[in-house]
């Protein structure tokens, strides 16, 4: 989470010019040490332009999207230079800055956050009926769950939308949450997300449409937590007043929901986490209850030591009164994007009413949008100046629950990012998971709106080889798949990417380990130069099961659907799994696209390729 405990949040490149890439560098050379390039000159080298980001400067976690009941526009927001800045789309496809420049819309610098403002979600039909933020407003910092918590450095504020959403206005009053709950040594209070549950006012015996809120953190000593407050009052209480129902969510310190990776750690303390309800369709307030949130680990089981290390999992489960309080425990989790550097998501259901599904025609829904930080949480120092602008927002998301029936084995039985929904007589269960789905209008926008559409025949293949047709940019996207003969814990298929004579970025499945692989050990010229290109591989575990067939059993196909839009590629794969990375491919000549097969012989599906992409920001000019 990027947080001001170091913040400037890079208030010096307020410059925030737009300056296009320096025509002077040679792309078909190797690359320099970067950081001795003048500023501003690797501003479009590896600038996505189908992704959320601001004009300039760094972003954080996204936050405080809505839709706005006076216009229908969805508004995505994120952290960005000592507030929250944001943009309002019709299509999730095109956006528009909010204020010039990505401007914040709310700033750090009043009576309740001297010091920073965090994390915050918006009640669309706040005080007045208009848009109301509830934000964390610091106070003190440092502030990380390996330190003892100063009191006071974290509460929760209001402050009301105006002129569209430019301007968010604080309350003149103290904060409506001042404090973490009593006698609870906390690790961290912050990012709350409010929410309406039909499931909860049943359980909870409260009037029906009551607003709550989760707020993240954890207790020292313990493990982490979501703390669970409900809006106590009418409308003219003006959402000043907030009873605290206890620790809605807990986990044992540095615990994991599986031993074999499937979700990682539940770490010391919890971020940025969501509340919802999904069915197949999408969002459903009657639905199975879902969370996603960050984690904050260390590889020490238990003894709290400074760690830069992350996760962004979600979670289903189911809710109960224990003790008379509210408490959640989980029936399957997973991660929301297995890449290093992918954390920090917020969402919001999206109603079939606003501009965006009215356009599409798409039902109620929840849309995520991922962090993809551009330092790993600033701990690698990139060319922040040379750059003018750190990290992106991943393409929105479309969050449901998912089944897939199976065949009744081991593979199918494992405590994992799934459960058994159903038992059948045949020898099969139907498996129940969370599917996550690039939103279908992006989707659809990147194969309508395509400069060049090229098609590679399928075909088995033991070895590599090159396309027939490579992309002559690095935006694209394209859709594949691979079917495994058999189990191998040797083979590995998949593709190059962004492949060159002296570069290239492989994907890949491998059953040894179950895994989906962004290896990029030569992803970079500029690694030699620049030891900010980190080229360790990044991996998540995925499971091909074994599925019925006419012949009887066969293993699950590998789909994937992989974006690249610059310095970001992002893996999308069986619908429920997301593997996102940043790649500094430095050559020009760095475009094919190759197969790659080792240690086995796989098949082909037809491959199709959009080139192009769609400029997410046309109101930007040129970049």
Request: aromatic share 12%; proline share 6%; with cysteine.
């Amino acid at each position: 989470m990027l947080k001001p405990s170091l913040i400037a949040l890079l208030a010096e490149l307020t410059a925030g010019h737009i300056i296009p890439r320096q025509t002077d560098i040679d792309y078909s050379r190797a690359p320099p040490n970067l950081s001795t390039l003048a500023n501003n000159t690797l501003y479009s080298t590896w600038r996505p332009k189908s992704h959320v980001l601001p004009t300039y400067g760094q972003i954080g976690d996204p936050c405080m999207h809505y839709t706005d009941p006076a216009t229908g526009l969805f508004h995505v927001g994120y952290l960005h230079n000592s507030g929250i800045s944001g943009a309002t789309t019709d299509d999730l496809v095109t956006y528009t800055d909010v204020n010039v420049n990505s401007e914040p819309s709310i700033r750090a610098g009043g009576i309740n956050d001297p010091v920073a403002v965090f994390d915050g979600s918006v009640i669309e039909h706040g005080i007045n009926g208009t848009p109301t933020l509830l934000y964390t407003s610091v106070s003190y910092l440092p502030i990380h769950w390996s330190i003892p918590y100063t009191k006071g450095s974290e509460t929760q504020s209001l402050a009301i939308a105006r002129d569209g959403g430019r301007n968010f206005t604080k309350l003149a009053h103290g904060p409506v949450i001042p404090s973490p709950p009593f006698a609870v040594n906390v690790t961290a209070f912050r990012d709350p997300f409010v929410f309406q549950n039909p499931q909860m006012d049943s359980l909870l015996e409260k009037t029906n449409g009551t607003y709550y809120t989760i707020i993240s953190g954890g207790t020292h000593g313990t493990g982490p937590s979501m703390f669970l407050y409900a809006h106590y009052g009418d409308e003219s209480d003006n959402f000043q007043t907030w009873e605290y129902l206890g620790q809605w969510w807990h986990e044992a310190t540095n615990t994991t929901w599986s031993d074999a990776g499937w979700a990682g750690r539940w770490g010391f303390n919890f971020e940025v986490g969501n509340f919802f309800a999904l069915d197949q369709a999408g969002y459903n307030p009657s639905g199975e209850i879902f969370t996603t949130f960050g984690v904050e680990w260390s590889y020490a089981p238990v003894v709290p030591q400074v760690s830069g290390e992350h996760d962004m999992l979600w979670a289903a489960g189911k809710q109960s009164i224990v003790n008379g309080s509210l408490k959640f425990e989980p029936t399957m989790a997973g991660r929301l994007d297995a890449g290093r550097s992918a954390y920090a998501a917020a969402g919001k259901a999206v109603l079939s009413s606003s501009k965006a599904s009215q356009k599409s025609g798409a039902p109620d829904r929840f849309i995520s949008y991922v962090w993809l930080t551009g330092d790993y949480f600033e701990r690698v120092h990139t060319p922040k100046g040379q750059q003018n602008w750190t990290g992106s927002l991943l393409l929105p998301r479309e969050l449901s629950v998912g089944y897939i029936n199976v065949i009744d084995n081991d593979l199918a039985r494992e405590k994992a990012s799934w459960r058994v929904e159903t038992e059948h007589d045949n020898g099969t269960v139907t498996l129940a998971t969370m599917q996550q789905v690039i939103a279908r209008e992006p989707l659809a926008a990147f194969k309508s709106n395509t400069s060049t559409v090229m098609t590679q025949p399928g075909c088995i293949r033991s070895s590599g080889g090159t396309f027939e047709h490579s992309p002559k940019s690095k935006q694209y996207m394209f859709e594949a798949s691979i079917t495994f003969p058999k189990r191998s814990n040797t083979t590995k298929a998949g593709f190059e990417i962004l492949s060159g004579p002296h570069e290239t970025t492989k994907i890949y499945y491998q059953f040894s380990n179950e895994s989906v692989v962004i290896d990029k050990s030569n992803s970079s010229a500029a690694a030699s130069t620049n030891d900010w290109v980190l080229t360790d591989p990044e991996s998540g575990k995925l499971r091909l099961f074994d599925i019925p067939s006419a012949n009887g059993t066969e293993i699950e196909t590998l789909h994937l659907n992989v974006v690249v839009d610059g310095g970001i590629v992002e893996v999308h794969v069986n619908d429920r799994f997301a593997l996102s990375t940043w790649v500094w491919s430095w050559y020009e000549d760095s475009r094919n696209i190759r197969f790659m097969v080792e240690d086995g012989e796989v098949e082909f599906g037809e491959i199709t390729i959009w080139e192009g992409l769609v400029n997410a920001w046309p109101q930007r000019g040129a970049e």
